[in-house]
């Protein structure tokens, strides 16, 4: 089975960026975790990305804040799928992470989840191993039918408590 890299640009992001090796591990799904900065560490970044393929690497997911390069000069370096966090930081609250990630320019493509959306990215980078691994896609297929159950679930609640009840259970 192909890994994921999950890459961040400062160990600030690990709160946020937790939630995507969290969904790996419930899919089953082997990933590594590193640091690795765009602008205070450009080589170091742009070797991780070319040699991701060849380390067994199926789909990078970089998280990063403020000037949020890190996921773009990751999609430079390599043919793999690259899913951007933009990461809530700063005087603009994750706006401008946001917004440097999905103005790519033409020709290097980044998959971009909302602002602290790690845990989609997770989800997004499985979907993307699973096109190739039938064990894989069955995994999700039931942690999809458990969201489906869970919905459910709340439902049947709501419907038997009403709004007053059901808000006074939480």
Known sequence: MQKVLIVMGSDSDLPVMQDAAKVLDELKVP????????HRAPQKTAQLAAGAAAAGFGAIIAGAGGAAHLAGVIAAETTLPVIAV???????????????M????????????AINGAKNAGILAAQMLALADGELAGRLAA???????GVEAKDAKLQELGVAGYLADK
């Open 31 to 38: 990933y590594e975790v590193r640091i690795s900065s765009a």
């Open 86 to 100: 933009p990461i809530k930081s700063g005087a603009l609250a994750g706006l401008d992470a946001l917004l440097a």
């Open 102 to 113: 999905v103005q790519m320019p033409s020709g290097i493509p980044v998959a971009t989840v």
């Open 143 to 149: 942690f999809k039918a458990d969201m489906l159950a």
